[in-house]
């Protein structure tokens, strides 16, 4: 029996980087076996700089390399994997998913920072601190763009399930975790990410967990 490539990820709970890297490739179709190292255990400080450069997560090894970065592991496989349709066929197209995508990769930092990702909570209000209202205005525009301009065809951004959807997923648990409502496509968006049977999949995986990581609990 063929092993299969490994994908190692943090606690469902707190990891947006794992959530991207993890829902991508179980979208996509893509086989793969899950490793979860609990984030900073005495677990994660002995087996994280082996399994990643970066000593983070997620990190993707396929038997002979490991690739890093959820954009990186979801590229490579778009690459690699063409059938996955991980990013539209139409070149414009793919350099606004790209972009979009970019943007979500480098941007947001008052956003992820005072609303950090956590599944099991519901904190309607909280977090909304200087520059959040900014960035939740900004990804309502990317939302409503991406929904009325390339979205035709299907409920995703641009259609059918691209890696730009995978990136912005993170975000969509947020917004349920914090009480963030947008725009009428905006919210119809939402609804369909957390609608995926991966993403309850990954909500009850990250219900059932005990770990806790006070600093990314908002009270």
């Known amino acids: 029996m063929q092993n299969l490539p490994v ?43 082996v399994f990643s450069p970066t000593a983070k997560v997620p990190a993707y090894f396929d038997g002979t390399k490991t690739i890093w970065e959820a954009l990186g592991i979801l590229e490579y496989i778009a690459d690699s994997q063409p059938d996955t349709m991980l990013w539209p066929l139409d070149i414009d ?29 519901s904190l309607p209000g909280l977090g909304r601190n200087e520059g959040v209202d900014k960035d939740i205005n900004r ?55 957390l609608g995926l049977p991966e993403m309850k999949e990954w909500y009850a995986d990250a219900g059932a967990e005990e770990w806790v990581i006070e600093d990314s609990e908002v009270k």
């Open 7 to 49: 994908l190692y990820i943090g606690n469902k709970n707190y990891s947006s980087w794992s959530l991207r890297a993890w829902l991508g490739l179980r979208v996509a179709g893509v086989a793969f076996e899950e490793k979860l190292v609990p984030l900073r255990s005495e677990e994660w400080h002995a087996k994280a700089p």
């Open 93 to 121: 197209v793919r350099a606004i998913a790209r972009a979009v995508s970019l943007e979500m990769h480098g941007g947001f930092g008052p956003l992820r920072s005072s609303m950090p990702m956590n599944c099991r909570k």
């Open 139 to 193: 990804i309502t525009e990317i939302f409503k763009m991406c929904r009325t301009q390339f979205g035709q065809g299907g409920d995703f951004l641009f259609g059918h399930f691209s890696i730009a959807d995978a990136m912005f997923a993170p975000v969509v648990t947020r917004f349920k975790t914090y009480g963030v409502s947008l725009d009428p496509i905006g919210n119809a968006y939402m609804e369909t990410i």
